[in-house]
């Protein structure tokens, strides 16, 4: 059974930091490329960040590029996203997503998906 289960979220202010975490069962962790995807409220679904098999080449959406990271560490089989400066926009639930691909590319299709974790950025 593949699970995929985030934490993490929380209600922070902005310019505040939090770290998501998803921690990945039933799969070969190290195999595949892992993404982040949010959905803010009223909005669609919004890639935001990849990082390959390895964790040697990442890539980010533009509107988080210099406040966001994204990490796995592959002996615990958990992906990580470190986020700081939040901003309001930001507000979102964040998925972690399991790529079929070893690359990150957004381009590959996506198979399995955590039920998601709230970040809720407000004063």
């Known amino acids: 059974e593949v699970q995929l289960v985030e934490s993490g979220g929380g209600l922070v202010q902005p310019g505040g930091s939090l770290r998501l975490s998803c921690a990945v069962s039933?799969?070969?962790?190290?195999?595949?490329?892992m993404t982040w995807v949010r959905q803010g409220p009223g909005k669609g679904l919004e890639w935001v960040s990849g990082?390959?098999?390895?964790?040697?080449?990442?890539s980010y959406t533009d509107s988080v590029k210099g406040r966001f990271t994204i990490s796995r560490d592959n002996t615990k089989n958990t992906l990580y996203l470190q986020i700081n400066s939040l901003k309001p926009d930001d507000t979102a639930v964040y998925y972690c997503?399991?790529?079929?691909?070893?690359?990150?590319?957004?381009?590959?299709?996506?198979?399995?998906w955590g039920k998601g974790t709230l970040v809720t950025v407000s004063s």
């Open positions: 997503v399991k790529s079929l691909c070893a690359s990150e590319s957004t381009a590959c299709p996506m198979d399995y």
């Open positions: 039933g799969l070969t962790f190290s195999r595949y490329a």
């Open positions: 990082i390959n098999s390895l964790g040697t080449s990442v």
